[in-house]
């Protein structure tokens, strides 16, 4: 509970380090006070930024904060301040949208220090806006938002307060041009397996995102409670870390993946490395069982690495051999490990960010070297864990980007800020995870959002269960979704040969429709299995098929109906370029402007 209740409070600033390096871009250019910024003209466009519309923060609706003008730089007629009360907000309109992705960008001023904001959209949730510390007025990009045609508004609540609102812009997004994914590994020597998950990742990404849930338990009332499984267990090495197992820890983390593989689930490991030396063993917070944290521990990274024939540069040989020796019990077995160490390195709160980016990447990539060149571990799939380029280890080096997210209760938004960070970090040539949420991102908001993240790992306890976080009918409704991969559909990952499906309507009537389903091989292997899974409104049903057993149920958001499709003994193996063709009944009729988009997996 101590570590549950810890990484909350820490995981909740995260956001505040995800866009120091790219916070200033766009900033207007100082205007006198009072008077109109010379980054809009008289159109309203924000000059450098295409077709940007800006909107005044003084213009808008305030709750318990106040227009001032004092500070020098802004534009319009003022700015916002006064942002001190959990409450205390200002709702700027947007009228006349004509709908669509926009880029939203917050002008503010920061001057005590670095802030968080929380975002809303038309009253939702949309995630946190992060303003770097300054003392004049600057550009924050906050991500996307999807306007609705006509009026909306977009709200800027208090989070950490004392920080003041100049205005915002938004801009139009041409859609995404494909991604230049190609699931090759950075290791050379990567095993089969490896090979193969990253290829299954790569080859469902943009279309899906595997479910993943942090520990066995959470798992365990999944299953119990919403009746599905994720495709992915999180797990942890920190009670294997040398400086808690000469305390009298012991973990069965290596048992519990290889059990998870045995059901033919992804395993995901993080660690909190317990700091090798160094810990300060106080009552209050600085117990020697949260060594992990920078303010329970005296080690020096830093100066650890500088000294490679030093006491403290052994113990941490020591303790990457130590990780490494559980990871190679899974290698043996042939077990992939999405394997994410150093996590978080930028938020400074745990040991090894501490000292700024160069000695987290210094260590990560001594562990990398380590781990594969001496100890063979080609099982890993490397997955780095801070969205700031200059922490980024580099290229060769990582396989997978990612974030960790923990929005407000119940803000189930896209996470499209830092998605499009990590993006641009591994200029979209390396996979993007969300490797550790609270409130999990609606799928279908995923889908308008693009945020093409390949799987997210809700975090463990209250995250799960509380019923704020992640109501019961959210947790259905995602554990139901198409887009959403669990681990009965997740398929043989360890020997992924991958398949596309289209769908053709052949007949309509007054109640009911023939389909056809024709699924292709893609992959370089065969399978010898397939998965389609499609969704329809809310009422379509299936009454019978052949080829295929198709079933047909409401989705948890009560508006969709999910189809899911599984091979008969004679169709099931899908070489390259094999096709299997399926048909179908429609229960009910089928409106003309509905066209079944299906989603294929193989196993």
Not at 19 to 24: G, P, Q
Not at 193 to 216: F, K, N, P, V
Not at 314 to 336: F, H, M, N, Q, S
Not at 506 to 518: A, E, I, K, P, Q
Request: charged share 20%; glycine share 12%.
């Amino acid at each position: 509970m101590e570590l549950r209740t810890a990484v909350r409070g820490a995981v909740a600033a995260l956001a505040a380090v995800l866009a120091v390096t790219l916070a200033l871009l766009g900033a207007p250019p100082p205007a006198a006070a009072g008077q109109p910024g010379t980054a809009q003209d008289g159109s309203g466009q924000a000059a450098g930024q295409g077709d940007a519309e800006r909107y005044e923060a003084e213009d808008g609706e305030l709750h318990g904060v106040s227009v001032a003008a004092t500070a020098p730089g802004h534009s319009g007629t003022g700015y916002v301040e006064g942002f001190d009360q959990a409450d205390d907000r200002v709702t700027i309109t947007v009228p006349d949208s004509p709908g669509g992705l926009h880029e939203l960008t917050v002008h503010h001023r920061a001057p005590y220090g670095q802030k968080n904001a929380v975002l809303r959209l038309n009253g939702d949730g949309l995630g946190e806006v992060t303003f770097p510390e300054g003392t004049e007025f600057a550009a924050a990009p906050a991500g996307k938002v999807l306007l609705a045609p006509g009026t909306n508004t977009i709200t800027v609540v208090n989070g950490w307060g004392w920080y003041e609102i100049d205005a915002i812009t938004l801009a139009p997004v041409p859609p995404r041009p494909p991604h230049q994914v190609t699931g090759e590994p950075v290791n050379p020597r990567a095993t089969p397996e490896a090979r193969s998950l990253l290829r299954y990742l790569a080859d469902h990404y943009g279309t899906h995102i595997l479910s993943g849930q942090q520990d066995m338990a959470g798992i365990r009332w999944l299953e119990e409670n919403i009746g599905r499984a994720p495709a992915v267990a999180g797990l942890d090495m920190m009670d294997y870390s040398p400086s808690r197992v000469e305390r009298g820890t012991t973990s069965q983390e290596i048992e519990n993946a290889l059990a998870w593989d045995e059901r033919g689930g992804v395993t995901t490991f993080v660690w909190h490395w317990n700091a090798p030396t160094g810990l300060i063993d106080e009552p209050g917070g600085r117990e020697w069982w949260r060594g992990f944290y920078t303010d329970a521990t005296t080690f020096d990274l830093a100066a650890a690495l500088a000294d490679p024939q030093s006491e403290e540069y052994a113990l941490l040989l020591r303790d990457i051999d130590a990780i490494a020796g559980e990871l190679a019990r899974l290698r043996d077995a042939g077990v992939p490990v999405l394997w994410r160490p150093l996590h978080e390195a930028e938020g400074g709160w745990f040991w090894w960010g501490a000292k700024g980016p160069g000695p987290a990447k210094e260590l990560y990539r001594l562990m990398y070297e380590r781990m594969t060149g001496h100890h063979g571990l080609h099982n890993l799939v490397w997955v780095w864990n801070s969205v700031d380029p200059a922490w980024y280890p580099g290229d060769d080096v990582v396989d997978i980007v990612s974030a960790d997210s923990y929005a407000p209760a119940g803000d189930h938004g896209p996470v499209s800020g830092p998605y499009e960070k990590l993006v641009e970090l591994g200029e979209d040539r390396k996979l993007v995870a969300l490797t550790e949420v609270g409130p999990i991102p609606d799928p279908d908001l995923l889908a308008a959002y693009e945020a093409d993240w390949s799987w997210f790992v809700t975090w463990s306890g209250d995250f799960l269960t509380d019923g704020r976080t992640n109501s019961r009918a959210h947790l259905e409704h995602v554990y139901g979704h198409p887009r959403v991969v669990t681990l009965d559909e997740l398929g043989d990952f360890k020997q992924h040969g991958g398949c596309t499906a289209t769908h053709e309507v052949t007949d309509r009537w007054g109640t009911g429709y023939l389909g056809s389903v024709t699924v292709t091989g893609t992959g370089e292997g065969t399978a010898d299995t397939w998965r389609v899974a499609w969704r329809l409104p809310a009422g379509q049903g299936v009454s019978g098929s052949w080829g295929a057993d198709v079933t047909a149920r409401a989705s948890g958001d009560a508006a969709t109906t999910a189809v899911r499709a599984v091979p008969a003994a004679w169709n099931a193996r899908l070489g390259p370029g094999g096709q299997a063709v399926f048909g179908l009944v429609g229960g009910t009729a089928l409106p003309d402007d509905v066209v079944p988009a299906p989603s294929c997996t193989t196993g």
